[in-house]
């Protein structure tokens, strides 16, 4: 059991390296510092591991987050798509008019 449905499955994968994962995984890295900070320990240099486990850790929730992101943009999408599809007198085409008709003429004044 997931945080998404099986029709998300078909949806392309987001990259590994997206916004989110680079956010959270430089939040858990900051987190895993200021521990250190107000443990009275080096903030850099100790617990290095602890670093890289909440790196990695923020890298996993933040690529996990981008899916459940790209899938709910898909959704609203296709709902989107399929309204417009069932209500087309309500999204008729405007007239295309061109930009001259919109600009008033040019006189110059002296």
């Keep these: 059991m997931g945080l ?3 029709e998300a499955k ?3 994968p987001p990259g590994i390296v997206n916004t989110n994962s680079v956010w959270l ?3 858990g890295w900051c987190t895993a510092a200021i521990h250190n900070s107000f443990s009275r320990r080096p903030a850099l240099k100790s617990g290095v591991h602890r670093q890289v486990l909440f790196t990695s ?3 996993f929730l933040g690529y996990h987050l981008k899916k459940y992101e790209n899938y709910a943009c898909a ?3 296709r709902e989107m798509n399929e309204y417009i599809r069932l209500h087309p007198a309500e999204f008729q085409e405007k007239d295309k008019i061109t930009f001259t008709e919109v ?3 040019f ?3 002296r």
Excluded: T
Aim: aromatic content about 4%.
């Design 10 to 12: 078909v949806l392309p």
């Design 107 to 109: 006189h110059p004044i």
């Design 103 to 105: 600009l008033e003429d």
């Design 25 to 27: 995984g430089l939040v």
């Design 57 to 59: 850790i923020g890298w």
């Design 75 to 77: 959704r609203k999408d």
């Design 4 to 6: 998404l449905p099986d």
